[in-house]
T-cell receptor, first 114, second 114 residues
């Protein structure tokens, strides 16, 4: 089974702090994704990556950056945290193969910015 | 751009009954994939069922089946013999044939009542 591990289930930070959310997958997947999940808005894609050192902006990249130095790890960075970034953050990965490849999700990190 | 619409924010069903969750989408693509994901309370999001758009036959997975109407761009999920463990948020998702980016709906919160 694919395992996607997010470093923290709950995180509380202060406005203006630099925040790192870490995600690791153990299936050698090329593709990794960061979403934020908000009530009534569903999942919105922040950034994704198709390979090491590659990144693509999703629908809501403002205020975020990412890092993919190793294939198994995809980090989301809040450069200067703000209260409107309080949310649930979900990491996902998917691999190559025949037919549609589903995304496999981590447990999520519930981030509160005070 | 692709959009996915889930028009039922909340639904409930009696245990052992059948319930149908609706999903519509908008795309100019001819070939694509569709998914239903389930997110139980405080638990990981997992894949329920998938459908390739070029397949006429509706996908089924045990008690879960879809009604895929390509012309109408509709992809509803039917849950038969509902169980308490089906209580969750359900997300419909669209994926283009090329690339691995998903587009999610806003979700339907389903409660199974004992």
């Amino acid at each position: 089974d694919v395992k996607v591990t997010q470093s923290s289930r709950y995180l509380v930070k202060r406005t203006g702090e630099k925040v790192f959310l870490e995600c690791v997958q153990d299936m050698d997947h090329e593709n990794m994704f960061w979403y934020r999940q908000d009530p009534g808005l569903g999942l919105r894609l922040i950034y994704f990556s198709y390979d090491v050192k590659m990144k693509e902006k999703g629908d809501i990249p403002e205020g975020y950056s990412v890092s993919r130095e190793k294939k198994e790890r995809f980090s989301l960075i809040l450069e200067s945290a703000s209260t409107n970034q309080t949310s649930m953050y979900l990491c996902a990965s998917s691999g190559p193969g025949q037919g549609p490849q589903p995304q496999h999700f981590g447990d999520g990190t519930r981030l509160s910015i005070l | 751009a692709q959009t996915v619409t889930q028009s039922q924010p909340e639904m409930s069903v009696q245990e052992a009954e059948t319930v149908t969750l609706s999903c519509t989408y908008d795309t100019s693509e001819n070939n694509y994939y569709l998914f239903w994901y389930k997110q139980p309370p405080s638990r990981q999001m997992i894949l329920v069922i998938r459908q390739e758009a070029y397949k006429q036959q509706n996908a089924t997975e045990n008690r879960f089946s879809v009604n895929f109407q390509k012309a109408a761009k509709s992809f509803s999920l039917k849950i038969s013999d509902s169980q308490l463990g089906d209580t969750a948020m359900y997300f419909c998702a669209f994926m283009k044939l090329i690339g691995n980016q998903f587009y999610f709906g806003t979700g339907t919160s389903l409660t199974v009542i004992p």
